[in-house]
């Protein structure tokens, strides 16, 4: 049955959740406003949220939008919407955004990679700031020239036309799935990389090229998809010389090509062939055996996003920040084959 709306007479006011609260208004405006940290004790503001949810409070958005020049709307670019981590990502930006009264647009880079059209006639008039994955860069060429503060996500940190970066620790994920995999005799590889160019991409290579320093790895890349990875793995392993023993992949999906590729070859995993992703989405625990990967924190990744985001339209300086990952260890890995 439908509610009917509640009348503006009776609709709670900032002055009710103050006396609910037992706090100000101004301290009220700070809190819902996000702009309480370094003013406001962290029990203070949780006493004001949790009057604003007992009361049913709405901020009027449309008036405070008016006085303070916002739209109280920040833009989600990621590099498409058929990849599961950046789904994450935007769960947690947009329940971060939430509490602050902010809403979140997506917006998905035609085509996965490679320049984007202005989803807006007038961007700055639009929105409040921009935070964007680095695999979506080239999206971003609409937005410049603007005074929209940008948040990077997963990006150089030297890049300074950002406002702030949040990054994940990759490439000590792809330190700790390299040394499993050495751990278990390991000694020739396969590294099926992503074709595409990224800041993220770069540093996992960086970092599994040093890791297997003397040791015989391969490269081999492919698009995104299943399969493009399947036929880029059986190119790599039904080539002449001394098989790789064990695949490591950029990303999940990747690796569910390559354990295609494998049964195509009549190889199993992990008897005669390991194999390890990275990102720890559905994909993995969906193939069999289920992979092991790295897990990356996809949605405290879009939450600190949108935190450095808020913390830039507050007038403060973000540090850069950096989340941990972590090897998840699973049927896919195993050791190596006898020669």
Known sequence: MHTPEQPAATRPTSRDVARAAGVSQATVSLVLGGKWRGRVSERTAESVRAAAQALAYRPNLAARSLRLGRTRTALLVVPALTNEFFAHVYTGAAAEAARHGFGVVLYPSPDGVGPAKDPFASAPASLDGVIASSMATDALKAFQGTELPLVMLDSDPADRTAAAHVNL?????????????????????????????????????????????????????????????????????????????????DDDILAAGVCKAARRLGLRVPEDLSVTGFDDMALATAVEPELTTVRLPAEEFGQRGMEALLAVLAGERPDPAELPAELVVRGSSGPAPAV
């Open 169 to 249: 620790d990759v490439a000590d994920g792809m330190r700790r799935v390299t040394g499993h995999l050495l751990g278990l005799g390991h000694r020739r590889f396969l590294h099926l990389a992503s074709a595409v160019p990224s800041w993220t991409f770069d540093v996992r290579a960086a970092a599994l090229a040093e890791a297997l320093r003397g040791t015989e790895v391969r490269t081999a890349r492919a698009a995104l998809h299943v399969r493009a990875a399947h036929e880029a793995a059986y190119q790599a392993l039904a080539a002449p010389g001394p098989r790789p023993t064990a695949v490591i992949c």
